[in-house]
């Protein structure tokens, strides 16, 4: 396997959040009955015009001003010709030659901690296609028009990815700025950012690219993995058997894990791409400009900055609290509640990622609030419990048995012994059933002491101060 | 430039034109006629003109962004040769 390198590029389709379509008044929301959000131009009536949204257009400027990219301010829609009943027109209204935005590129950051710069060909405006049901009818498709001229951002890549890992890397980075950004709600179950790989393998040293195979429509991070590996793997094994790659759009199914060619691209459409003559060129202003860059917020770039000048955090914990908003959001919100920048960064990456991920919920869906956690260090900060017994005030807010740490503290009789005298007793109690580890302490072992102090701690239930513990056993056996 | 009858037939094809074997010929003379306008148009010395990607010299009209269509399914389909349950339905269509 180490003699192959790997090539990936991704084509990302990202659904703004207008709230009408790219070029009708039509709605975008989700889930309506079919075709009850379609307008005769979503439905091609003759002599229907699209007149373009400002709002789709402002949102692909700040994704170009939030890369580091060129805004081409003068750009031109083009019509991708092709015949699906699902394409009233018999066309896609594109961008082809002049994309709105070109080049720029974002950071991403891998498990280790590296990064690496990932360079972005172009992003251009386009409108959705509607949706066919083929298992509805016996003997007939359906069309839905309702997603037909939904705003898409279609983001593409240099060919710069070499693994599947820096891909995954990449589209969590760009779901989290567009996020960020406000300008897609990231939701890939409802299709709002859908995933084409370009995937590719090449003996390692060789300049030429391979052949490669697009897999279509990945609307998971998980499903993208999988279907990376797969494919990388089917491909090496192809050439290793002497047969060659075809070039072919697939498709990934989760259910096999596996990827199957859809069509290959020699009897590929031939799209006789076109200026449109409905729609003449799309002038982003100066005016236009200086107001967006003056709506931008901070991005995750600057926010990782500044976790790691104003809150002294690694620059990996700052990546990875500020790569997405929910996350960012909950951070900045326990921190506002007065808690330690650190131990929430320690908390929100140790115990509540933990938990999130096993019960595979979102941080916005936590139960435990930014406040609540904000609680639970507040009383670590000022030892009223140490860091075990935090673990299980936390669980207890997980579950929902009360309300803040207080409640739980005080419910559960958990607060933190630091009385010395109520220390020294059980230390006596323990130290009179110990004579084996006291001899061997005093003859220098210094495990023996951590298992006295284990000692304490269990006969205290885990409430007594662990420091203090400490220092009284070693004061009395001195 | 001269076009062959594959490249008409391909044409025919991308366009979901039908054009018969006997048809052929003469889809082919027309379209040369098109493709030496073309080549005319092509030989006018255009230095130091811009591109231009319409015939009109104008720029985008903006909407803002606002909903300002209703439901009218029922009107649509009843223009429609086939529909069901909501759903415009065409032939059987499987990738």
């Known amino acids: ?478 | 430039m001269s076009l062959s009858a594959q490249d008409i037939e391909r044409i025919a094809h991308l366009a979901r034109i039908r054009v018969t074997p006997d048809e052929v010929g003469q889809v082919q003379a027309k379209l040369e006629g098109i493709f030496k306008l073309i080549d005319d148009m092509q030989s006018v010395n255009t230095k130091g003109v811009e591109p231009m990607s319409h015939g009109l010299d104008m720029v985008l009209r903006l909407r803002d962004d606002v909903v300002t269509e209703s439901n009218q399914r029922e009107k649509f389909q009843s223009n429609a040769p086939e529909a069901a349950e909501g759903y415009f339905l065409v032939p059987k269509v499987i990738e």
């Open chain 1, 1 to 478: 396997m180490s003699q192959w390198e790997i090539v990936i590029g991704l084509e990302t389709h990202v659904q703004l959040t207008t709230a009408s379509k790219i070029f009708s008044g039509s709605s975008t929301a989700f889930g309506a009955a079919p075709n009850t959000q379609a307008s005769v131009v979503d439905l091609a009536m003759p002599g229907a015009l699209p007149v373009m949204n400002k709002g789709a257009a402002e949102r692909a400027v700040k994704f170009g001003l939030a890369i580091g990219a060129k805004i081409n301010q003068r750009s031109i829609f083009a019509r991708k010709n092709y015949f699906y009943p699902d394409l009233p027109k018999g066309y896609q209204i594109s961008q082809y030659e002049t994309p709105i935005v070109e080049g720029g590129g974002l950071t991403i950051t891998l498990d280790d901690g590296t990064t690496k710069f990932i360079e972005l060909t172009r992003a251009h405006l386009e409108e959705d296609a509607g949706k066919s049901v083929h298992d509805q009818f016996d003997n007939a498709s359906g069309v839905d028009l309702n997603r037909a001229g939904t705003p898409l951002l279609e983001i593409v890549t240099e060919p710069v990815m070499r693994s599947g890992k820096e891909a995954i890397a990449y589209a969590k980075a760009l779901h989290g700025l567009v996020r960020y950004l406000d300008i897609c709600d990231g939701n890939m179950q409802e299709g709002s950012f859908r995933c084409d790989v370009n995937v590719s393998v090449r003996p390692m040293g060789q300049k030429e690219f391979g052949t490669r195979r697009e897999i279509k429509n990945l609307n998971s991070f998980k499903f993208m993995q999988q279907a990376i590996d797969y494919e990388v793997r089917w491909q090496i094994e192809q050439i290793e058997d002497g047969k060659k790659i075809v070039q072919a759009t697939v498709l990934f199914n989760p259910d096999t894990g596996e990827t199957r060619a859809m069509r290959t691209k020699e009897d590929a459409m031939d799209y006789r791409y076109f200026p449109d003559p409905d729609l003449p060129p799309l002038v982003v202003t100066d005016a236009m400009l200086a107001k967006i860059k003056n709506e931008m917020p901070e991005l995750p770039e600057a926010k990782c900055a500044r976790y790691t000048s104003e809150f002294k955090l690694s620059e990996y914990d700052a990546r990875l609290l500020s790569q997405d908003r929910a996350t960012s959001e909950y951070f900045e919100a326990a921190v506002a509640a007065k808690a330690d920048p650190k131990l929430v960064a320690n908390w929100m990456l140790g115990e509540l990622s933990a938990a999130l991920n096993r019960e595979e919920k979102s941080i916005e869906e936590s139960p435990v609030s930014a406040h609540q956690l904000a609680g639970v260090i507040a009383r670590i900060g000022d030892a009223t419990i140490s860091n075990k017994i935090a673990k299980t005030v936390f669980e207890a807010l997980w579950s929902g048995e009360a309300k803040s740490a207080d409640e739980v503290i005080e419910a559960k009789g958990l607060k933190q012994i630091s009385d010395v005298g109520a220390i020294e007793k059980i230390v006596d109690e323990v130290l009179a059933k110990s004579a084996a580890q006291i001899a061997d302490y005093k003859s220098g072992k210094e495990k023996a002491l951590m298992s006295i102090v284990g000692m304490v701690m269990k006969a205290s239930a885990g409430k007594a101060n662990p420091a203090q513990v400490n220092e009284i056993i070693k004061k009395k056996l001195s």
